[in-house]
């Protein structure tokens, strides 16, 4: 009787732990959000396909519908009827320490680089160091630092 319990305080031992072992150095999914750098951005995909990225800088943002570059340190997609826009609360897309890098969180690897899809989102780097993220029939993106959204 005793022996079997000590297996199975072991297997439980080994399962309980297994998560622990087996978890990545940089694991990017924090819950059901997912967070990756890439160049000076830090960002996140929450699990309800929201999207969003913080700049270590600030950027300009211009709408087609505005005649002016807007400065912006931030920028998400968090509704379908609302293009990308700012949110104006730096940091909430950045873990404590930093993001892993986007390299090492991809799912895949487009033509031009890496990229990452999760809950119905996509961000993915481009040509000459550009970048974009889509969700929710929205998208923005940033190539020298000028955002299009």
């Given at each position: 009787?005793?022996?079997?319990?000590?297996?199975?305080?072991?297997?439980?031992?080994?399962?309980?732990?297994?998560?622990?072992?087996?978890?990545?150095?940089?694991?990017?999914?924090?819950?059901?959000?997912?967070?990756?750098?890439?160049?000076?951005?830090?960002?996140?995909?929450?699990?309800?396909?929201?999207?969003?990225?913080?700049?270590?800088s600030?950027?300009?943002?211009?709408?087609?519908?505005?005649?002016?570059?807007?400065?912006?340190?931030?920028?998400?997609?968090?509704?379908s009827?609302?293009?990308?826009?700012?949110?104006?609360?730096?940091?909430?897309?950045?873990?404590p320490?930093?993001?892993?890098?986007?390299?090492?969180?991809?799912?895949?690897?487009g033509?031009?680089?890496?990229?990452?899809e999760?809950?119905?989102?996509?961000?993915?780097?481009?040509?000459?160091?550009?970048?974009?993220c889509?969700?929710?029939?929205?998208?923005?993106?940033?190539?020298?630092?000028?955002?299009?959204a």
């Amino acid at each position: 009787m005793r022996h079997i319990v000590k297996r199975l305080v072991g297997v439980f031992a080994v399962v309980g732990l297994a998560p622990v072992l087996f978890a990545g150095a940089a694991q990017a999914d924090n819950g059901d959000t997912v967070y990756f750098s890439s160049g000076y951005m830090n960002c996140s995909i929450a699990g309800d396909g929201t999207v969003g990225c913080d700049f270590t800088s600030q950027v300009q943002a211009q709408y087609s519908f505005l005649p002016v570059l807007l400065p912006v340190r931030d920028m998400v997609i968090d509704q379908s009827w609302l293009p990308a826009h700012p949110t104006f609360a730096v940091g909430t897309h950045t873990l404590p320490g930093g993001n892993p890098g986007l390299v090492d969180v991809k799912t895949g690897d487009g033509t031009w680089g890496a990229y990452i899809e999760h809950a119905g989102a996509r961000c993915e780097s481009g040509f000459h160091g550009s970048f974009s993220c889509k969700s929710k029939g929205r998208t923005w993106g940033i190539y020298s630092g000028i955002i299009s959204a």
